[in-house]
């Protein structure tokens, strides 16, 4: 009889076994051609996993379809619930792929915006899963089309009561575990009325999806349909065939129902024949039939279109319950896109899909059944009306790319607001620090926020303030999701905004003059002035008033400006006494020119060894041969660089090229002082003799001097202390949140 399984609903829940039982019942139930078919199967299933390796992790895109029926054992609900619906929404637009649950790895929680579950039992993976999903602000779905949540509702299942103990006991705690994760969700996606009102007892929001045809379905239909045109224009003889498409044992009641009035059908009509497809207990009654009784084993779906045209009359009893008015009108599409008429049970989706003489017809009784049954068997030409009519029907309202619009604005109404940041690289420098502020402040009002790395780092995610963001770089990923936001903080960044089409609105945050970070004929100067002009629409956002002015300026931009902030709390003042060994501290690149790193050391090797002691901080680079250092730290974790300024007394800092400029106001939020070169980026916030000492670019004696004058004159240091006090506390991150979420807000 073909292949048979254990399973939850209307095909029921696979049983979870070894392989090797697998492989012997399949044996003994399917023989040999039933073992090579699932075989086939399974190796079919393995070749997709094996070709989705190579991309899963390397692709961003808009959804992920986690699957928790497997192929091998399950092929009939997860192709309309997996693959249909995934047809639905990519029709209209939105990129999606699939996985089995028992494959899914959680890194791939970084690649989708909203994840549909479809049939999945809460297991100890998908729970860690799903919660890091919602920590993230992405969407959760569970998608359900049997009502196998609950085992109120499986208990009325009378092929359950043939299980052992054993098998009885691991259906039901697969049930439950259903519930547990379908309650994690944040939706739920179904496929009838019927099923909608039960879950809405678990659940606050069910959206109606209901099983449609996809479009390979509708080719082979049709196909079908044409070929037994074909053969019909010379019929041998006058047979009427009656086909009833069980799927699985679990149907044998259904056929029950309507045992007496098929049975009196074929005991008055010799032309009426009946064919089963699928699973079913023949009765014994029937065996008088036996030449005109017709079983077919269970065939691959693309085969069933063939034989569903062959019948005249399609048969959908179901018993009324509450499980069974949650099912599903599959049986009646598939019969209509051949032209075949179904009469069924007036009962759930069937009542409500089915226009009772005109698209099918419903029955109520036994009675009810036989009268309608004869009158088909009887009346040919009403038989291809309501075929007809039914196909009219069916083509339209019930295929993927002529329902997928509703379905789609559905999943988009789900999307929580998502933000690429792309960074040259994930090294927390001045201006990476500042991205990952305001990506802090998204995440934290539900932005789903994604960094996009354009260096060779290969961290998949990455931790700041004790947040971990998700990291995509973009040298290796294909990306076909949708971003509603995205925002280059670099030139070398702004190339994704202009090559990546699928973005609602493009950000050039603004942090310098990034020509002037390469000296003159460096070919870099050229790109990085080209993305003042960029070659797509973008809208420039800034943190220095300086970098508003001359966008404004020079290339006409308005910009939106934001000033930076500081975690006071990370940066607790200690009152410098200046007793002992003073201190001093440098920072910088000595590799990046307009650092000026160099002019530090013009100063600090000149200062007395035995009063002075210099420190050096460098994330990137190393102290050259002729600088004196007393302490040399390097890739210091960001978490820590508020105790080297601690630990310090005085900073020098004489870059010549800033955007802003951290430095001197952290070490001020820690009480120490600030001897500085000023620029664009720092002469927002510093007052010379007020929080820190400015002496000009390229001025050695100049620098030296100031250096002198905080380390005699406590009264200036008081004033200084006061004053760079002050000013940290006006900066202050969490004042700005406000400011932050209206920086990035465009409709």
Request: charge should be neutral; proline fraction near 3%; include cysteine.
């Amino acid at each position: 009889m073909g292949k048979t399984w254990i399973g939850i609903g209307d095909e029921k829940m696979e049983s979870v076994v070894l392989l090797g039982k697998k492989t012997l019942k399949a044996l003994k139930k399917g023989g040999i051609k039933g073992t090579a078919e699932k075989t086939i199967s399974y190796i079919h299933t393995a070749k997709i996993r094996a070709a989705q390796e190579k991309y899963v992790g390397k692709i961003y895109k808009d959804i992920l379809f986690i699957n928790g029926c497997d192929y091998t054992a399950l092929p009939h609900p997860p192709r309309y619930r997996v693959q249909h619906q995934m047809e639905q929404l990519k029709a209209n637009n939105l990129d999606c792929d699939e996985n089995f649950y028992m494959h899914l790895d959680i890194n791939q929680v970084r690649n989708y915006r909203v994840f549909v579950i479809f049939r999945c039992p809460y297991t100890e993976e998908m729970g860690k899963f799903v919660r890091l999903a919602k920590k993230l602000n992405k969407t959760v779905i569970y998608d359900i089309d049997d009502l196998v949540i609950d085992t109120k509702y499986t208990d009325t299942i009378k092929f359950l009561d043939t299980m052992s103990k054993e098998e009885r006991e691991g259906y039901d705690q697969g049930v439950r575990d259903m519930q547990k994760l379908m309650c994690m969700c944040d939706a739920v996606v179904t496929t009838t009325e019927g099923l909608a009102n039960e879950l809405k007892k678990y659940v606050p929001e069910v959206y109606i999806n209901r099983n449609t045809a996809s479009e390979e379905m509708l080719e082979l239909s049709e196909k079908a349909y044409k070929q037994k045109k074909a053969e019909k224009k010379n019929p041998s003889r006058s047979v009427v065939k009656m086909g009833y498409f069980s799927g699985s044992i679990t149907h044998n009641d259904d056929f029950i129902l309507i045992q007496p009035a098929v049975e009196k059908i074929m005991k008055k009509y010799d032309q009426v024949e009946l064919h089963i497809a699928g699973i079913l207990d023949i009765p014994e009654e029937f065996k008088e039939f036996k030449d005109r009784v017709i079983a077919h084993p269970f065939m691959n779906w693309k085969e069933l279109p063939s034989l569903i045209a062959e019948m005249d009359i399609n048969l959908a009893p179901i018993e009324e319950s509450i499980f069974n008015e949650a099912k599903s009108e599959n049986k009646w599409v598939e019969a209509a896109l051949v032209r075949v008429p179904t009469i069924a049970s007036k009962v759930g989706a069937f009542d409500r899909m089915i226009e009772n003489g005109k698209t099918g017809v419903l029955c109520t009784s036994n009675e009810e059944w036989y009268t309608q049954l004869e009158k088909l068997v009887l009346n040919s030409e009403w038989r291809s009306q309501l075929g007809r009519n039914a196909y009219r029907y069916c083509s339209k309202k019930c295929v993927t790319l002529y329902t997928g619009f509703q379905y789609t604005k559905y999943i988009k109404s789900k999307f929580k607001p998502n933000i690429a940041v792309i960074l040259p690289a994930l090294n927390i420098s001045g201006g990476i620090m500042v991205a990952f502020e305001h990506c802090k402040v998204l995440r934290e009002h539900g932005y789903d926020v994604t960094i996009i790395n354009n260096d060779i780092d290969e961290r998949k995610w990455c931790e700041f303030s004790g947040i971990k963001f998700p990291v995509l770089p973009s040298r290796e990923y294909i990306f076909t999701g949708r971003f509603d936001k995205a925002v280059a903080t670099m030139w070398s960044t702004v190339k994704f905004l202009e090559n990546y089409t699928n973005i609602g609105k493009r950000y050039y945050l603004v942090q310098n003059f990034e020509t002037n970070f390469y000296e003159a004929n460096d070919p870099l100067r050229i790109e990085a002035n080209q993305k003042y002009s960029p070659k797509v629409e973008v809208e420039f956002l800034t943190i220095s008033k300086w970098c508003e002015e001359w966008l404004k300026d020079e290339y006409e931009h308005e910009s939106r400006y934001l000033p930076n902030g500081i975690h006071t709390e990370n940066y607790r003042p200690r009152k410098r006494n200046l007793d002992g060994k003073i201190k001093i501290l440098v920072e910088g690149d000595c590799g990046v020119y307009y650092k000026n790193v160099d002019e530090s050391f013009k100063i600090t090797n000149q200062l007395d060894r035995d009063k002075f002691e210099v420190w050096y901080l460098s994330y990137n680079a190393e102290p050259k041969e002729w600088y004196k250092v007393d302490k040399f730290l390097h890739k210091v974790p960001f978490e820590k660089v508020s105790d080297v300024y601690r630990q310090c007394d005085i900073l020098l800092k004489t870059s010549f090229l800033e955007s802003f400029s951290y430095p001197p106001l952290e070490m001020m939020a820690t009480g120490g002082y600030a001897v500085v070169v000023p620029n664009g980026g720092n002469k927002e916030y510093l007052v010379d003799g007020e929080n820190c000492l400015l002496y000009p670019h390229g001025k050695i004696e100049k620098g030296i001097e100031a250096i002198y004058r905080i380390c005699e004159d406590e009264a200036l240091r008081d004033k200084l202390y006061e004053g760079g006090q002050k000013t940290a506390q006006s900066r202050e991150w969490k004042n700005l949140e406000d400011d932050i979420l209206k920086f990035y807000y465009m409709k």
